[in-house]
Structure formats: C-alpha cells, structure tokens
C-alpha cells in the first residue's frame, strides 16, 4: 500500500512539474469589465488586461489560457489552485497580500465617481450624504466606499458586476458609481447611454485601501511564477509595450507607477 501511495504521489508530482516545464499558464480572470477584460459580439475575450496577459506570455515564453471567475471569487480560486495568477486590474493591497503574493505593480489608474453631471454631488462624506453608491463586489472600491462614506449616512450598494451596477445608474436605483476611470470612461460615459453623466469630483485618495498599484496576484510562496513573471513585465515596459496598450485603452490617462 505504502509503494502504491508512494507511485501516486511521484504521478502527481510529476504532473505538477511537467506541466510548468510545458510553459503553461491559467489566468483567472472576470471578463464582465471593459476596457480591461470582457468579451467581443464573437464571444472572444479582449481588453487591456487580456493584450497585456498575452504580451507577458509571449515575453515570459508561455503558454497562457484564460478561466473567468466573478471578481469576488478571484482570490479563493487562485488560493485552491483553479488557475495560477489573477489577471483583472487588480490592485495591490496589503490587505489582499494577506491572503496572496503579487508581481510587482505594472500600470495605476484612479478611481472616481460617475454620476449626473447636473447632481451637485462632492466626493465627500457630507457630500455624500443620503446618496446611494454602486461599487463592483470585492473591489477596492467597495471598501473605500464603505470605510469613508458608509459610516456617515451614504447607501452603498455592492454589485457582482459593473454593467448591473450601470444598468441601476440609469433606472435611477444608485446615484453614482465608484469606479476606475478608465472603466467609467470606457464601459459608460462614452457609450450613448453614458449622455449626460459625467466623473464627480476629483480622484479619491487612499493609498492604504487603493493600493499601490495593479499586478498579477500569485499564490503565497509561488517564487517560480513570480520571478518569471516579473521579468516578463520588464520586458514590455522596456520596448514600450505598456505605454502602447494604454494610449490604446485608457486615452489621455497617465498609467505609469509612481
């Protein structure tokens, strides 16, 4: 029984590092938020995110594939092995480090308000105050909004993903939605239905809960994929790779890593 157990074990161990050897990645990823991952009327996953993962491959000399998760769900798929790094404009916190590792920070983008132009409203608590907020479930977002708005009389309102929660923006159900700018920009204000809103205020400020900007999260301990992987990323942010996709996706939007 001992030989069997033994031969089993070698088998999966095997397994387990023939399949690194092959060069292969999974990248969990929630494709239900543009411009930085979702899916084309050919039902083809595109976005920054998804060009981004793929160029790092391409440097890294992997072989990638994608498996969808809603974004709350991301951490605890990657956790129980379902896929080996999380690539959804995900930011670094020392929060989620607890739980996970992460690359180092590839590209930053604020988080702002969409609301009515004609609101009056002010990102502040006073502001706020009576509004009711819609933020993604299991952002950074959503725990800003909770840590500095819901405490002082503001609803907020989680949602598992963005379009629901810019579906409740226009039948009048939330006020405003906190947001990245660039998934504002792109997955509302400049669509038609997006016609008079518009970003609220200044970008919110936290680097405690925002984070010190988004990269791949890894499992604790994973040393092999993250030091492929952060050699990678270096790789395209020196033959401007980065700076490309971004002037691409997130147009007059400074991305870089301060």
Not at 140 to 146: D, N
Request: glycine content about 12%; charged content about 25%; proline content about 3%.
């Amino acid at each position: 029984m001992k030989k069997v157990k033994a031969l089993i074990v070698g088998m999966g161990l095997f397994c387990s590092v023939s399949s690194f050897a092959a060069g292969e990645l999974r990248f969990g990823v929630e494709a239900e938020y543009p411009p930085f991952e979702s899916r084309n009327s050919a039902g083809e996953l595109e976005g920054f995110d998804i060009d981004l993962g793929n160029a790092i491959c391409k440097a890294a000399a992997l072989k990638c594939s994608w498996i969808e998760s809603s974004f709350d769900s991301l951490i605890p798929g990657l956790v129980a092995k379902k896929f080996d790094a999380i690539n959804s404009a995900m930011n670094i916190t020392e929060q989620r480090r607890k739980s996970i590792d992460f690359t180092q920070p590839i590209y930053r983008i604020p988080s702002q308000l969409v609301g009515k132009e004609s609101s009056g409203m002010q990102t502040t608590p006073e502001g706020l105050k009576g509004k009711t907020i819609g933020v993604l479930q299991g952002s950074i977002q959503e725990t800003y909004a909770k840590e500095h708005w819901e405490k002082h009389g503001v609803t907020v309102v989680s949602y598992k993903d963005q379009n629901l929660a810019w579906a409740d923006l226009l039948n009048g159900r939330i006020d405003a939605s906190l947001v990245m700018s660039a998934a504002g920009q792109a997955g509302f204000l400049s669509k038609p239905q997006g016609k008079g809103f518009g970003f609220i205020g200044k970008p919110v400020a936290d680097d405690t809960i925002l984070g010190s900007g988004i990269g791949f999260g890894l499992r604790q301990g994973d040393a092999e994929h993250k030091k492929q992987l952060d050699a990678a990323i270096d790789k395209v942010r020196a033959d401007g790779t980065i700076t490309k996709l971004a002037a691409k996706y997130f147009p007059g939007i400074d991305v870089s890593v301060k």
